[in-house]
């Protein structure tokens, strides 16, 4: 067996995304103990910057040791008991995730279903409140992966509020590239991933949990089901003070990777980091428009950051794509379960989205679809 | 905030242990996608690579997207159901999580507990599968890392065997440092962890299932309750063939760095991986006597990479310990649970593991003592 050498590819699918020169650097510095004091400083600067990406005051927020399912699953098995009726929003694959999450722990999941494409429609959730008084939980994504598709996360937990209801809200892909307001808004409990809008590798989860939800939490009945992510445990490691009681072996280095786009995050400032994936994701459109493709999802609900686009009739779905990675070494993303076939999804997030990696897209998308025509 | 530049330290602990240069230069490879067709070729080494580790053909054998605890995990969430007899073996931490994992997902614990620092008692085991011939599951851990005792994991498993029950193993620690076969030894659940005798960084977990695990898992009457580790979803990634279904995003970077120290293993050879650490364990066991020093376990049950050494009563713990990481970068590490204060753990796993860094902790090791008499 030989070392293994990457090709180097622009990632311009729906995660991860171009990881920037400054966070491969922090990835390869020396691995040291996850309690050792310079560590244990190191997360708390990761804590403080996630705060301000997620816009919360929260104390539970940090990244868990793991890839975005598990900070989906981090929510549910903590949140869902036995019983609880969930009122899960499915417009898209990880709605649908959810339902299964839900289901596993023996919680009761109401579906509210949208045409995947569009957003979560808010008055079939008042709807669906209303005719469940007893929910305990309403999941929803803000920002459907596999569609391109984002909904009104203000709005959505707001209505949730209303009805006595605590949310759970999927953000793996809107943190850091669509606006998002945790404390404002009033969302419970939310989960990202480090490897799109933040450019880091893939395997963190970063979460964040209102004291609302912790309430939740710490009146539970029954015991977490998972050991690995039962936040009781988890915050002995992560929580406040420079004694951490010893609980899992956290990723190091993906972890200085984390830190490190968090850093440049804070260099950039986050409300920017919105507007420049909003400014790249127009230059994408109109130049798509140029080529005479279109958009699944409408205008109103189109996430910049993942711009999910109907492939033209005459043209085969994996032969471009694999056209586009074996000639310009550009990796777009297929479409998934009913999509699959339907559209490409093309990725601007974090180091993904500047001017330069449009530009090659467009061209050599004009190139492909030019030979590539069935 | 400003980039993290960490310390470098000698990783002498409990793990992570000290990680390769090529190892951390393969982690700071570009990114590619989690199902770019170089990516799933990487994949396939990397399986095959384990499957050499571990000795064993089990077409179930891949690395999980997360530490070692979620390794655990795998094994517990997939073969356990609610009301399933377990008998769990403690004689330190580990054994205590697996009965965590056991309680929490609804199955029955029966405990055969031995002394912390000694190896798990076969005949205990046998009178426990006598009293209780309705169990299902014999559970127990193969490299105590919190005590440094190695369990005879043959004679066990063969036990477990000749009552009808399937066996599940903790190789965290063992794994490359320790005689390990999981075929001949008829293992049938095993997991491990990247950051100990492989000596990349944590974050993932190698687990491998016999046939007979696998028949437990597909005739479950239930659902697996975690979505994330459900090993029926995780194989559509892992599995065998081109077309591979997206389930989760793999930490691709970790695995790279994985990748590059299977390599490296493979060069070495794994006997000769086994011998190394036994070896250097002799020199250290050595030095240690020659200071005074005793150690937690008798001889015969002795781990080779993980030293559990009583600490002189004339010596404070943690004065000691933050003397060597402050003066000589050396971090070893506490004792946990009821052998805190009592003893230290000095770790010589994968590249730890040398004549170097032996020497360097043993003269360190004298001043320090020397200085710090209380």
Redesign the interface.
Known sequence: ?????????I?M?P??S??HP?I???????????L????VD?MD?VK??LKYAFKTENALTMPV??????G??TCF?NLVEPGDKVIVCINGVFGL?MK??V???GGEAVVVEDEWGTAVSPEKVEQALVENPDTKIVAFVHAETSTGALSDAKTLCQIANQHGCINIVDAVTSLAGSELRVDEWGIDAIYS?S?KCLSA???LSPVSFSERAIEKLTNRKT??????LDLNLVMGYWGKGSKRA?????????L??L??S??ML?EEGIENSWSRHQQNHILLRDGLNNLGINYLVDEASRLPQLNSVLIPQDQDDLGVRSSL?ENYNI?IGAG?GPLEGKIWRIGLMGHTSRKKNIELLLSALKDTLQKKKV
Chains 1, 2 share one sequence.
């Open positions: 067996m030989k070392s293994f050498t990457p090709p180097t590819r990632l699918g995660g991860p171009v990881v400054r491969l650097d922090a990835m390869a510095r020396p691995t040291i103990g996850h050792d004091p310079a560590f190191m600067e403080e910057m040791s793991a890839p975005g399912s598990a989906m699953e098995v995730r299964e999450n289901t596993r722990l991933g490897q590798m893939p395997g015991p977490v089901t998972s050991w690995f010893y609980h899992h072996t956290a990723p190091v280095n993906t200085y990777g830190h490190e968090l850093v804070s990675l990796d998934l």
